[in-house]
């Protein structure tokens, strides 16, 4: 794993079910590599600007592994490593998705703690809505980073 430029989104892009736009604002981009190709793709997010005294804080956002290399246990490590380095710069790391599964891999792990829960609505959703609907009231979880504590 190491950082990697915006550029390498077009690569992953097309295998992420969002939009192919990434988010503007504070952004740091890593790649997961195998043998110098590129595997994976993840992009930590400013979570809301900076106001200059709260603790700034990330989320995880774009995290996807070539399909290649799908089922395989990749995402997990890939994002515990990024968010340990940036929980090790002072940051909150936090990750919110919709995925039941995700959502159950990180309830086991206690590197990451339940912060909320809800359901996503058509207002203030931005582009995680289709212009289908179909994405009305989709429960979410957020969870925030909390450290190696499972060593």
Request: aromatic fraction near 16%.
């Amino acid at each position: 794993m190491r950082e990697c430029s915006r550029s390498s989104w077009h690569m992953f892009s097309k295998y992420h079910y969002l939009s192919s736009q990434l988010p503007g604002g504070l952004n740091f981009f890593f790649g997961l590599y195998y043998e110098n190709q590129q595997i994976g793709f993840a992009a930590l997010s400013e979570y809301k600007p900076w106001n200059g005294t709260s603790v700034r804080m990330l989320h995880t956002n774009r995290i996807v592994i070539h399909p290649d290399y799908c089922g395989i246990g990749l995402a997990k490590p890939f994002i515990n490593a990024i968010a340990s380095k940036y929980r090790k710069r002072g940051f909150r790391i936090c990750e919110k998705m919709s995925s039941l599964s995700r959502y159950k891999q990180l309830r086991r792990d206690s590197n990451w703690r339940l912060m909320r829960t809800g359901y996503l609505t058509p207002s203030g959703t931005g582009n995680m809505l289709r212009d289908t609907g179909f994405r009305n009231k989709v429960r979410y979880w957020c969870f925030e980073y909390l450290g190696e504590r499972n060593v």
